[in-house]
């Protein structure tokens, strides 16, 4: 039955290739570079045992700023600094707008969702 089996193959890799929607192109300007996540600051304790930080949160030093998102499906935070953040911050206003822009297109191909293709109503689960 080998000659069957290649005519399938062969049937389904036609199906695949088939375009059943004309091909059409659209063009959207996106800012970049972008980075999902956000930042959070965390005020931290020194090493010094006698220091006021480790007993009174609110003496504690500085300002920790951290990036957390997930890369590549990892969740990840990242140490930075204040200026990195500022960065960092633009990056994630950037991918916020991007998703923004992909939801839009999204929305602008619903009616050429096949549902929304047909002619007249008559579609109970329309
Ligand atoms: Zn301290």
Request: aromatic residues 8%.
């Amino acid at each position: 039955m080998v000659g069957t089996r290649q005519i399938y193959m062969y049937i389904y890799i036609q199906m695949k290739a088939k375009n059943v929607l004309p091909v059409k192109k659209v063009s959207v300007e996106i800012l970049w570079p972008l980075l999902p996540g956000s930042l959070s600051t965390a005020r931290i304790a020194c090493g010094k045992p006698n220091c006021a930080c480790r007993q009174e949160p609110e003496k504690r030093h500085g300002l920790d700023y951290r990036w957390t998102g997930f890369l590549a499906g990892k969740r990840t935070t990242k140490a930075i600094s204040p200026e990195e953040a500022k960065v960092c911050e633009q990056m994630i206003q950037n991918y916020r707008q991007a998703l923004e822009t992909l939801a839009r297109l999204v929305q602008q191909s619903i009616p050429e969702t096949p549902w929304e293709k047909r002619s007249s109503g008559g579609d109970p689960n329309r």
